[in-house]
């Protein structure tokens, strides 16, 4: 494994700095190749002109010692994601890695899944980069020993970034839903082609759900925005995800939905068998998904009744399912009983204290 670990200035996030990232426009590297592989742009785009349901692909029965290489290979290619498209272009994985420990493997993606989806992406010709800025901690090198995943992509030959420390490059923002003027973007963030949330199926104390959307919360890096980025939490967290999200390159979503947590999340729920792996290229239509899943109303989540036909659909007549339906893999996931989650579960037996 090589691991970047670069230290840059400290610089003000709500600051004017001279845009950088406006050399990036990976966004039209995708436009005109495939319709599903747009990114939020692109779906704003089509939206316009009259959007077509976006793909969710779900699979159930998985398991980490499974083959989910094939699995995932069969949901790209299921929804849209070809080799074609990404042949000598620069995938980052992005897995959630928020405070792993062994104790808690329900926490943190499991580095199997990581390693699958790094094939699958190798195989369509890509060169593969991971990268995460875990949030509660600033020793990335400890989190990736805890989490299992140092050893899983030293063995896989997989470079890692660490993306806390990274050099960073100055991105507006496109959401314009917070008050903020833009984002630092790790270097390795926003020169990538592709940016693919790789998160974990998880109940959140604050927003009822995290999954694909809040996993990019992880891109921030800790040296600009601190430790668990504040700057963030000030400015709103449902505005932050819409805007980080909005903001990005394309993105795509791999989720690990194998073992989950549910009750006290982010950090300190329980663990909830499921076996399901959830794959699409838009992070909204995948949450949705996963919220119905859990049984929780996606309209009722804040950041996805933001996104919804903004970054994408969240209304199940136009997210269109591919392998298993969510119908028929509903179990209700329990969360805490506080005045701005009650709104969420279609089962009020679900919220626990």
């Known amino acids: ?16 700095v001279a845009s950088q990232a406006d050399r990036f426009d990976r966004r039209a590297l995708l436009v005109g190749t495939s319709a599903v592989a747009l990114g ?13 349901k976006q793909p969710v692909f779900i699979a159930r029965n998985q398991r980490y010692d499974g083959p989910l290489t094939v699995t995932i290979r069969d949901g790209l290619v ?6 074609d498209l990404l042949r000598g272009k620069r995938v980052l994985l992005k ?9 808690a493997p329900h926490m943190t993606t499991h580095p199997a899944m990581v390693v699958a989806a790094a094939e699958v992406f190798r195989d369509f010709g890509a060169r593969v980069v991971v990268g995460e800025a875990p949030g509660h901690v600033r020793d990335t090198e400890m989190a990736l020993v805890e989490g299992g995943m140092h050893e899983a992509l030293r063995a896989a030959k997989l470079e890692f970034s660490d993306l806390n420390y990274e050099d960073v490059v100055w991105t507006p923002n496109r959401g314009r839903t917070s008050q903020l003027d833009g984002f ?6 926003a020169s990538a082609d592709l940016v693919v ?16 959307m809040k996993n990019l919360y992880g891109v921030i890096p800790g040296i600009v925005y601190g430790w668990p980025k504040n700057v963030l939490h000030h400015a709103g967290i449902p505005q932050t995800v819409f805007d980080i999200n909005a903001s990005l390159p394309p993105t795509l979503a791999i989720a690990d939905g194998i073992l989950c947590m549910e009750g006290d999340g982010p950090i300190m729920g329980s663990p909830k068998p499921m076996g399901l792996v959830i794959v699409g290229p ?36 136009r997210i269109e ?3 298993e339906r969510w119908q028929d893999l509903v179990s209700p996931f329990s969360i805490i009983d506080s005045p701005h989650l009650r709104s969420l579960p279609l089962d009020p037996g679900a919220l626990i204290s």
């Open 321 to 323: 399912q591919r392998g």
């Open 184 to 189: 630092y973007f790790p270097r390795s963030v």
């Open 282 to 317: 838009n992070a909204t239509a995948v949450d949705a998904t996963i919220a119905r899943i859990m049984n929780l109303r996606p309209e009722n989540v804040s950041y996805l009744a933001l996104a919804a036909n903004r970054l994408g659909p969240i209304a199940d007549s």
């Open 40 to 52: 939020a742009i692109g779906y704003a785009v089509l939206n316009r002109n009259g959007s077509p």
């Open 95 to 103: 897995p959630n890695l928020v405070e792993p420990t062994r104790r």
């Open 197 to 212: 949330s790789m998160p974990k199926m998880k109940t959140h104390h604050w927003v009822g759900v995290t999954a694909a």
């Open 1 to 16: 494994m090589n691991m970047k670990n670069r230290t840059d200035k400290l610089p003000n996030p709500r600051g004017n």
């Open 78 to 83: 299921a929804t849209g994601m070809t080799p």
